[in-house]
């Protein structure tokens, strides 16, 4: 029922020797969120590069950060649409663009290679 349920065993957890274990659980949400928001936005924007065939993937980094800053406020209103989006949409979108399109592509490549032997 709780947003962050491992948060809030931080704060009701009491050990001797340690009190505030919810500041060290968001310490380390906290560096993770960033270093998996990261390594998503380098491949983003290799990949893009690669797609349009652009010869430095940083030409594409301001504008496709300006782009996804202003799609989060828009598409992402408050946490009950993202509640509502996630328990009514996620399930078929992330089987679609998670299972669904790699394999069409996995398929294709196969076929591809069989083709050119």
Same mark, same amino acid.
């Given at each position: ?7 809030? #065993? $931080? ?9 505030? +274990? ?7 949400? *906290? =560096? !993770? ?30 504008? #496709? $950060? ?9 598409? +992402? ?7 509502? *989006? =996630? !328990? ?30």
């Amino acid at each position: 029922m709780q947003l962050y349920p491992s948060y809030m #065993l $931080g704060q009701t957890l009491q050990l001797s020797f340690f009190n505030h +274990i919810e500041v060290v659980i968001a310490i380390i949400w *906290f =560096i !993770s969120l960033f270093f998996k928001v990261v390594i998503c936005f380098f491949v983003l924007t290799q990949g893009l590069s690669e797609l349009l065939k652009v010869q430095e993937y940083r030409v594409l980094t301001f504008p #496709l $950060g300006m782009l996804i800053f202003v799609c989060s406020i828009l598409f +992402i209103s408050n946490n009950t649409y993202l509640g509502n *989006f =996630i !328990s009514s949409t996620w399930i078929s979108y992330s089987i679609t663009y998670g299972f669904l399109f790699p394999l069409c592509l996995l398929i294709l490549s196969w076929g591809r290679s069989k083709l050119r032997n």
